[in-house]
């Protein structure tokens, strides 16, 4: 079964320093990898996606990473802001059968910005 | 900005009640998606619709949830009867195509509460 699994669970860090957040999955056969950002009571927004030739991607401060060899991706967070608090959702998509690409979610990690 | 709407925001409703949920994708989105999400979980893939086809629909619970695309534009979804367990957030998202690279633009979503 499609695993992705994220850590940490929760991080809490402050204004201004800089974060990285981790993804493992074991999805099969692998298509793609998206971080998305979801604030509080809202849906999630695309940051990033990255196909199985890429390795890096950035976003503004943010900077996404694939080691598709290992099976793991980070989302780096640069000179974090309070904006930044939210949960961050990391994403991998499998090639169905029929040609769809079926993702599988994380449960996230919820990063807390203190000023 | 064009925006993937959902209606209703919020919902109460009690046990054994029906309800149905509104999606109304970014125009032009060929495909379009229903997640669950549970508080502090990541969204779950309930169905896929490309155009007004079921793409995938193996995680619906078809004893109770039905999902319509008739005319490959907005979606519904329904739970009937509710159970107390259906209580969660509904996403809905869309997107162009399901190639990919292809960017899932969610709505705000639809927050159910079962009493």
């Known amino acids: 079964k499609n695993q992705v699994e994220q850590s940490p669970q929760s991080l809490i860090i402050l204004e201004g320093k800089n974060c990285t957040l981790q993804c493992n999955y074991t999805v099969s056969p692998f298509s793609n990898l998206r971080w998305y950002k979801q604030d509080t009571g809202r849906g999630p927004v695309s940051l990033t996606i990255?196909?199985?030739?890429?390795n890096t991607k950035s976003n503004g401060r943010y900077t996404a990473t694939l080691d598709a060899d290992t099976k793991q991706s980070s989302l780096h967070i640069t000179a974090s802001q309070l904006s930044d608090s939210a949960s961050y959702i990391c994403v991998v998509s499998d090639t169905s059968s029929g040609g769809s690409y079926i993702p599988t979610f994380g449960r996230g990690t919820s990063l807390i910005v203190h000023p | 900005e064009a925006e993937v709407a959902q209606s209703p925001r919020y919902k109460i409703t009690e046990k054994s009640q029906a309800v149905a949920f509104w999606c109304d994708p970014i125009?032009?989105?060929?495909?379009l998606y229903w997640y669950r999400q549970i508080l502090g979980q990541g969204p779950e893939l309930l169905v896929q619709f490309q155009d007004e086809s079921v793409v995938d629909d193996s995680q619906l619970p078809k004893d109770r949830f039905s999902a319509e695309r008739l005319k490959g534009v907005d979606s519904t979804l329904k739970i009937q009867p509710a159970e107390l367990g259906d209580s969660a957030m509904y996403l809905c998202?869309?997107?162009?195509?399901?190639?990919?690279?292809?960017?899932?633009?969610f709505g705000a979503g639809t927050r159910l509460s079962v009493l």
């Open positions: 990255m196909t199985f030739s890429e």
């Open positions: 998202a869309s997107s162009l195509g399901s190639g990919a690279k292809n960017i899932q633009y």
């Open positions: 125009s032009g989105h060929a495909t």
